[in-house]
């Protein structure tokens, strides 16, 4: 079990490896009610757009950076805040690769700690996207899931 008492800055969480196809980036958008064609229709993308072929959208991105964190953390980890910040199109045929690595482990509240990532989303050879998650660990192995966190107590934006 990951808890915040096992890790520290500077731990590489482990590589999430996808292959993308032109199926990956039109489910993606299709699952999160994104009609804009440059996402679906590649004739629109590489013509009008001036794209390379269809891109994967936003809400696709987070899905997996969501994915490679939970993946890491097991089901004790709690996502807060995920900060997008999207460089180079994610296109069909690169093999997209989500790197990450503790940033800091903050102070424990309510017996669980906020930990701040710093994700990575290469495809192929280019870095497409940087992420910041700020996601709630238990403080030790003995602590209460942050699922358990009352409403009024869940604070994503706490700052120590």
Known sequence: MITASNISPGVRLPSLRVQVTAKTIIMG?????DW?????DSAFARGEAGLPDVIMNNYTQAGFIS?????????????GRL???????????????VDGTVE??????????????????????ETASLAE????????????????????????????
């Not at 958008?29 to 009610?33: K, M, P």
């Not at 804009?36 to 679906?40: D, I, M, S």
């Not at 994915?67 to 996502?79: A, E, N, Y």
């Not at 669980?112 to 994700?119: E, G, K, T, Y």
């Open 83 to 97: 900060k997008l910040r999207m460089r180079r199109p994610i296109c069909p045929g690169v093999e997209m690769v």
């Open 29 to 33: 958008a299709a699952a999160s009610r």
């Open 67 to 79: 994915r490679f964190v939970t993946d890491w953390s097991g089901p004790h980890g709690r996502i």
């Open 133 to 160: 998650v700020r996601i709630a660990l238990p403080a030790t192995a003995q602590s209460p899931s942050p699922w358990a966190c009352p409403p009024a107590l869940w604070a994503p934006a706490f700052e120590a």
């Open 104 to 125: 800091s482990v903050l102070a424990t509240v309510n017996g669980f700690s906020w930990v701040d990532l710093a994700v990575v989303v290469g495809a192929g050879a």
């Open 36 to 40: 804009q064609p440059q996402h679906h």
